[in-house]
């Protein structure tokens, strides 16, 4: 049964649990049951316009995000459906319906793909979410009136959303999103190796070492991982430098997953040595964004509108990434806006006022 209460001046936002089945069984042992937040524009409940239908907007959340905490009051800064009310309120937007996907995991998060180390949300949006708001509210049902859009995690998921999907999506937004991992995602990898050797199965001696051995099996978990991971579950709150170790894991858990593995997935390096492994580095440089335009041209191409991007001090650099992956779009005839802003990858909610007018004005 639905719960509807009054969060925003004029629009109405519906909360609803949602039981899914694609998420049942997952491998992280995740919740099927989700909440699911549903903005309604003021025209909704209008009398006069009880048969209206309203194009509709799915929110992609970031790493570490939720689709009901766009919701959540926000201090100092509008959250989603207030910012949403004043677009449409001012005339800058046209009445849309937005959605707030539930998309948390075990491991942080993930990146709207299907992973058999996470599960199957690329699924979960585009074969369960989407048809069942199509069903339960009055949006126009068809791709040409439905996008998506994000940031971070979310963006990189709207891009890939918009390359693999295009018979569900029209248009994508694509705030900061995930791309050069050569860059973004390469650089971390020492850091993040060096805090898990504070997992290993037996504590570091001072002194000479007469063998440096490499993994018995490189790429796959001796322990430290698994002790890790456990330690996160375990801890009330985590540390920056946690989360970037657990987004590290995530990521080998998206972009290798391996059911024969160790916890599912294949990692990039060698653990004890550091030593790039090219064959599960290449498994990762297969999801990169740069990587796959020349192969998904034709479905980008068919999008009413793409919308792309970044603070040039994004302290991920990610928009060395976003250059490239614009460059790539161009190079193949797929039309884009591509905008930079003087921000970093930080407090950029506010970019939502570029992207959300041009979606809905594509999808109307």
Known sequence: MAKKITHTLTGELIIEEHHSQVLRDNPLGDPSTRQLNIYLPPDYHVKRR????????????????????????NSFAENVPTRLDRLITTGRMPPSIVVFPDCFTALGGNQYINSSAIGRYADYLTRELVP????????????????CFGKSSGGYGAMIHGMKYPKTWGAIANHSGDAYFDFVYRSEWPTVLTALQD????????????????????????????????????????????????????????YDPDPKAPNGFRLPFDLETGTL??????????HDPIHLVARYKRNLQSLRG???????????????????????????????????????HSGIDYRMDQSLPFLAKKLV
Not at 214 to 235: S, V
Not at 279 to 285: D, P
């Open 50 to 73: 009880a048969k209206q239908r309203f194009p509709v907007l799915f929110d992609l959340v970031g790493y570490t995000g939720s689709g009901p905490a766009h919701t959540a009051w």
């Open 132 to 147: 069942y708001v199509d069903k339960h509210f009055r949006t126009k049902a068809s791709r040409e009136h439905r996008g």
């Open 199 to 254: 997992f290993t199965a037996q504590k570091r001696k001072t002194g000479q070492r007469r063998r440096v051995p490499a993994q018995i099996e490189p790429g796959t978990d001796d322990g430290r991982i698994a002790r890790f991971l456990d330690y996160c579950w375990a801890k009330e709150q985590l540390s920056g430098s946690d989360i970037t170790t657990l987004m590290m894991v995530c990521m080998a858990a998206t």
């Open 277 to 286: 492994i090219e064959q599960r580095w290449q498994a990762w440089l297969k």
């Open 306 to 344: 793409i919308f792309i991007d970044c603070g040039w001090r994004d302290q991920y650099q990610i928009h060395f990434g976003s250059r490239q992956l614009s460059r790539m779009l161009a190079q193949h005839g797929v039309t884009h806006r591509y905008e930079e802003f003087d921000g970093t």
